[in-house]
C-alpha cells in the first residue's frame, strides 16, 4: 500500500505547487488610441476578412493559394512551430514521475541442491523532484509560451507571403503594361521616323528632324528590351514566392486592364486597439509572457528542492509463482537539497531574467509603434492617392491633346519638330507616372489589409 500511498501524494503535492512567476500586466501601447484624422470621421467598426474577400481576381487567387501550399519560408514556419510544441512537451513532462518495471531471473547451480531459480518484479518511480515552488511549472509555462509564439511567427510569414504574392503578380501586371506602352512608343516613333526620312529626301524637313525622330525610337526600343527583362524577372520573383512554377494562365494582363476591385480596400476603423490583433505584436507579447515565467523560475532556485525515488516489488523462488505469493518489497528514498552557497549563479539568473522582460517589454512597445507606423502610413498614402491619380489621369488626356496639336502644327509647316518630340516625352512620361500610381492603388490596398493584422479569427486579449 505505501508506494500506492506515495504516488498519490506525489500527484497532490504536484497540484499544490505555488508559482513565482511576477503578475503579469500587459504594458501600455504607447501609441495614440486613434490614427491621425481618424476623429473627423467619426467611429467606425473594423471588420477585416481573411484574403480570400479581400483578392477578387481568380487567377491571383489560385496563385496565392499555390504559395500558400508550396513556399518553403512558410514551411519552414510550420516545422518551427511542431519543434516548439515538442520542447514544450519534453519540458512539461518533467512535472510528471516517471515508472519503470523490470523483470529479472536468475538461475544458479550447486553441487548439494542442484538447479535453483528466483524471480523479481519490480516497478519504480525514478527520482523525481517535487515543484513546491513552481521551476518546473514556470519552465513549462515559458516553453508554451515559446510555442504559442511560433505559432504566430508562422501566422506573420503567412501574411507576409500573402502580401508579398499580391505585390509580385500586381508588379508583373505594372511591367506587363509598361512593356506595352514602350512598344506602342516604339511603333509610333519608328512611323514619325519613317515619315521624318521620306519628308527629309523630298527636302520638306531638317537632318536634324531626322536624328531626333532616330533618337526617340532608339530611346523607346531600349525601354522594350529593358521591360521584357523586368517581366522576365518579375515571373521569376514570383515562382520563387510561390514555390513553383506559376502557370501562364495564372499571370495577369496588363494592370489597366485588371477591375479596380481585384484587390478590395478594408476600412480601417479608428482604434489602434486592432493592433493588438497583429500575429507580430502577439508574437512579442507571447515571447514577453515566456520571460515573465523564466523569472518565476529563477525565484525558484532560491528554494529548496526535494527529490523522490521509490520501487516496489515482488520475489519469488519460482518464476510461475512470482505473482502468487513471494516477499513483497519496497523501498523508499526521498532527499532534500537547500542552495547555500552558489557563488552568486542564482542572483545572476534572476537578474538576467528580469533584463530579459525589460528587454522584450520594450520590443513589444516598439512593435506595436511600427504597426501604428505602418496602418498611418498606408492611410497617409491612401489619403491623397485618388485625387493624385485622378490628377495623373488629366495631365495625361492635356498631354495627349498637346501632342496632337504639336503633330498638326508640324505637319501645316507652322511649327517644329522639336515640338513635337517634347509633348511625344511628356506624354510617355506621364503615361508611366500613371501606371505606377495605378500600381500604388493596388499595392496600397493589400498593404492596408496586412498593416492593420489581416482576416485573423482571433481577438485582442
Same mark, same amino acid.
Given at each position: 500500500?505505501?508506494?500506492?500511498?506515495? &504516488?498519490? @501524494?506525489?500527484?497532490?503535492?504536484?497540484?499544490?505547487?505555488?508559482?513565482?512567476?511576477?503578475?503579469?500586466?500587459?504594458?501600455?501601447?504607447?501609441?495614440?488610441?486613434?490614427?491621425?484624422?481618424?476623429?473627423?470621421?467619426?467611429?467606425?467598426?473594423?471588420?477585416?476578412?481573411?484574403?480570400?474577400?479581400?483578392? #477578387?481576381?481568380?487567377?491571383?487567387?489560385? &496563385?496565392?493559394?499555390?504559395?500558400?501550399?508550396?513556399?518553403?519560408? %512558410?514551411?519552414?514556419?510550420? /516545422?518551427?512551430? !511542431?519543434? @516548439?510544441?515538442?520542447?514544450?512537451?519534453?519540458?512539461?513532462?518533467? %512535472?510528471?514521475?516517471?515508472?519503470?518495471?523490470?523483470?529479472?531471473?536468475?538461475?544458479?547451480? /550447486?553441487?548439494?541442491?542442484? &538447479?535453483?531459480?528466483?524471480?523479481?518484479?519490480?516497478?519504480?518511480?525514478?527520482?523525481?523532484?517535487? !515543484?513546491?515552488?513552481?521551476?518546473?511549472?514556470? =519552465?513549462?509555462?515559458?516553453?508554451?509560451?515559446?510555442?504559442?509564439?511560433?505559432?504566430?511567427?508562422?501566422?506573420?510569414?503567412?501574411?507576409? =507571403?500573402?502580401?508579398?504574392?499580391?505585390?509580385?503578380?500586381?508588379?508583373? +501586371?505594372?511591367?506587363?503594361?509598361?512593356?506595352?506602352?514602350?512598344?506602342?512608343?516604339?511603333?509610333?516613333?519608328?512611323?514619325?521616323?519613317?515619315?521624318?526620312?521620306?519628308?527629309?529626301?523630298? $527636302? /520638306?524637313?531638317? @537632318?536634324?528632324d531626322v536624328s531626333e525622330a532616330m533618337e526617340v525610337w532608339q530611346e523607346a526600343r531600349a525601354s522594350v528590351a529593358s521591360y521584357k527583362t523586368l517581366v522576365m524577372q518579375d515571373k521569376n520573383a514570383l515562382d520563387l514566392l510561390v514555390g513553383e512554377p506559376v502557370p501562364d494562365t495564372l499571370l495577369?494582363?496588363?494592370?489597366?486592364?485588371?477591375?479596380?476591385?481585384?484587390?478590395?480596400?478594408?476600412?480601417?476603423? &479608428?482604434?489602434? !486597439?486592432?493592433?493588438?490583433?497583429?500575429? !507580430?505584436?502577439?508574437? +512579442?507579447?507571447?515571447?514577453?509572457?515566456?520571460?515573465?515565467?523564466?523569472i518565476g523560475a529563477a525565484r525558484a532556485n532560491f528554494f529548496p528542492t526535494i527529490s523522490l525515488t521509490s520501487s516496489a516489488g515482488v520475489g519469488s523462488d519460482s518464476l510461475s509463482g512470482l505473482f502468487n505469493h513471494g516477499m513483497k518489497v519496497w523501498s523508499f528514498a526521498p532527499s532534500i537539497s537547500?542552495?547555500?552557497?552558489?557563488?552568486?549563479?542564482?542572483?545572476a539568473q534572476l537578474h538576467y531574467a528580469e533584463a530579459e522582460k525589460k528587454g522584450l517589454v520594450a520590443t513589444y512597445q516598439k512593435t506595436i509603434q511600427s504597426a501604428f507606423k505602418d496602418v498611418a502610413d498606408a492611410l497617409a498614402r491612401r489619403e491623397t492617392l485618388d485625387e493624385q491619380m485622378d +490628377?495623373?489621369? $488629366?495631365?495625361?488626356?492635356?498631354?495627349?491633346?498637346?501632342?496632337?496639336? +504639336?503633330?498638326?502644327?508640324?505637319?501645316?509647316?507652322?511649327?517644329?519638330?522639336?515640338?513635337?518630340?517634347?509633348?511625344?516625352?511628356? %506624354?510617355?512620361?506621364?503615361?508611366?507616372? =500613371?501606371?505606377?500610381?495605378?500600381?500604388?492603388?493596388?499595392? #496600397?490596398?493589400?498593404?492596408?489589409?496586412?498593416?492593420?493584422?489581416?482576416?485573423?479569427?482571433?481577438?485582442?486579449?
Amino acid at each position: 500500500m505505501l508506494p500506492r500511498i506515495t &504516488v498519490i @501524494a506525489l500527484s497532490l503535492l504536484l497540484t499544490g505547487c505555488i508559482s513565482l512567476d511576477p503578475k503579469y500586466e500587459r504594458p501600455a501601447s504607447a501609441v495614440p488610441g486613434t490614427w491621425p484624422g481618424a476623429s473627423q470621421h467619426g467611429a467606425a467598426p473594423v471588420v477585416l476578412k481573411d484574403w480570400q474577400h479581400i483578392v #477578387n481576381d481568380p487567377r491571383l487567387k489560385q &496563385v496565392v493559394e499555390r504559395a500558400l501550399a508550396s513556399n518553403r519560408d %512558410l514551411q519552414k514556419a510550420i /516545422t518551427d512551430i !511542431d519543434a @516548439a510544441r515538442a520542447l514544450y512537451i519534453e519540458q512539461r513532462a518533467s %512535472l510528471f514521475p516517471s515508472l519503470d518495471a523490470g523483470l529479472d531471473v536468475t538461475r544458479s547451480r /550447486t553441487t548439494s541442491n542442484g &538447479v535453483s531459480t528466483s524471480a523479481s518484479a519490480e516497478g519504480t518511480v525514478s527520482s523525481f523532484e517535487l !515543484d513546491l515552488f513552481g521551476y518546473n511549472q514556470s =519552465l513549462s509555462r515559458a516553453e508554451k509560451e515559446t510555442w504559442l509564439a511560433s505559432k504566430y511567427t508562422a501566422e506573420d510569414t503567412r501574411l507576409t =507571403l500573402i502580401s508579398e504574392t499580391t505585390t509580385a503578380w500586381v508588379t508583373l +501586371a505594372a511591367d506587363k503594361d509598361n512593356l506595352a506602352l514602350a512598344q506602342s512608343t516604339m511603333d509610333s516613333a519608328a512611323k514619325s521616323l519613317a515619315i521624318t526620312r521620306k519628308q527629309h529626301d523630298v $527636302g /520638306t524637313a531638317a @537632318a536634324t528632324d531626322v536624328s531626333e525622330a532616330m533618337e526617340v525610337w532608339q530611346e523607346a526600343r531600349a525601354s522594350v528590351a529593358s521591360y521584357k527583362t523586368l517581366v522576365m524577372q518579375d515571373k521569376n520573383a514570383l515562382d520563387l514566392l510561390v514555390g513553383e512554377p506559376v502557370p501562364d494562365t495564372l499571370l495577369p494582363d496588363e494592370l489597366s486592364k485588371l477591375a479596380k476591385n481585384s484587390i478590395e480596400l478594408v476600412p480601417a476603423g &479608428v482604434s489602434s !486597439d486592432v493592433l493588438l490583433r497583429r500575429p !507580430d505584436v502577439q508574437e +512579442a507579447e507571447h515571447n514577453l509572457l515566456s520571460a515573465n515565467a523564466d523569472i518565476g523560475a529563477a525565484r525558484a532556485n532560491f528554494f529548496p528542492t526535494i527529490s523522490l525515488t521509490s520501487s516496489a516489488g515482488v520475489g519469488s523462488d519460482s518464476l510461475s509463482g512470482l505473482f502468487n505469493h513471494g516477499m513483497k518489497v519496497w523501498s523508499f528514498a526521498p532527499s532534500i537539497s537547500l542552495p547555500i552557497f552558489t557563488g552568486g549563479s542564482n542572483l545572476a539568473q534572476l537578474h538576467y531574467a528580469e533584463a530579459e522582460k525589460k528587454g522584450l517589454v520594450a520590443t513589444y512597445q516598439k512593435t506595436i509603434q511600427s504597426a501604428f507606423k505602418d496602418v498611418a502610413d498606408a492611410l497617409a498614402r491612401r489619403e491623397t492617392l485618388d485625387e493624385q491619380m485622378d +490628377a495623373q489621369r $488629366g495631365y495625361v488626356a492635356a498631354a495627349q491633346k498637346t501632342l496632337d496639336l +504639336a503633330q498638326k502644327s508640324y505637319q501645316i509647316g507652322s511649327g517644329d519638330y522639336l515640338t513635337v518630340l517634347t509633348a511625344q516625352r511628356t %506624354l510617355w512620361s506621364a503615361q508611366e507616372s =500613371l501606371i505606377a500610381l495605378e500600381q500604388t492603388d493596388f499595392e #496600397n490596398r493589400i498593404t492596408l489589409w496586412e498593416s492593420l493584422g489581416g482576416g485573423l479569427n482571433n481577438s485582442s486579449h
